[in-house]
């Protein structure tokens, strides 16, 4: 749930967030995304509107962002981890377990490469929805 937190931070606080790189996050529809429901149990938290929160992660950033996803994730619905609002080239596509994301070496890979890029400014608005994903796997390395 990192990459939820760090979306919701950086529509909050735009000038504290240099980029949002969130790995197997889903961004879109959040509380439809993972194999256990979550829609039923929202009103429980009567402290906070989820729903609300959800939608609020799910709009366009200020900021730069990648999304990684995997179609083989296996416990996050793959389509619901790109970001909608984002260029097909910050939308990639890794291979592997939801539950090894964090020592896959192409998934480190491109942290480090986003991690190492200059300072960006901010974009005043969003870019139109363009994720050119195809049915097809990624290569492997």
Known sequence: MGGLFARLLAHRHP???????TVCSPIDRPTESLRILLEP???RWRAADLRALAAEIALPLRVPATAIYSRE????AWRHCRDPHGAAA???EVRGAHTRMSRNPQTLRIIAERLARPRAEPSPGAAAPRDQSTDQPPAAD
Do not use: A, K, M, T
């Open 15 to 21: 000038e504290r967030v240099r980029q949002v790189i």
């Open 41 to 43: 149990f929202l009103d």
């Open 73 to 76: 994730d296996g416990i996050v």
């Open 90 to 92: 910050d939308n990639i």
